[in-house]
């Protein structure tokens, strides 16, 4: 059997989503005035950044932020988890 991994696009599209997921869970979307989430991922490597622009009013949004990419982190490494189970 061949061991099969996630194609970058899967990778980037989960570490993406998990980001803004994170974001949008401690913010109304309406309160975000800019969020920039930067995936990249080659060679094996993963590359996550977020800049968020939004009140800091119930949250800290520089530690949102920093979540927000340990929240993309842990989505890529539970695709390759289950990936490696499957096979």
Request: net charge negative; charged share 35%.
């Amino acid at each position: 059997m061949t061991e099969q991994t996630p194609t970058d696009r899967e990778v980037i599209d989960a570490a993406s989503d998990a980001a803004e997921g994170l974001v949008f869970s401690r913010y109304k979307q309406s309160d975000v005035t800019d969020l920039d989430v930067t995936v990249r991922f080659e060679d094996g490597t993963l590359s996550v950044d977020v800049y968020l622009n939004a009140p800091k009013v119930d949250h800290d949004p520089e530690q949102v932020a920093e979540d927000a990419v340990r929240a993309a982190e842990a989505a890529v490494d539970a695709l390759f988890e289950e990936e490696a189970e499957e096979n």
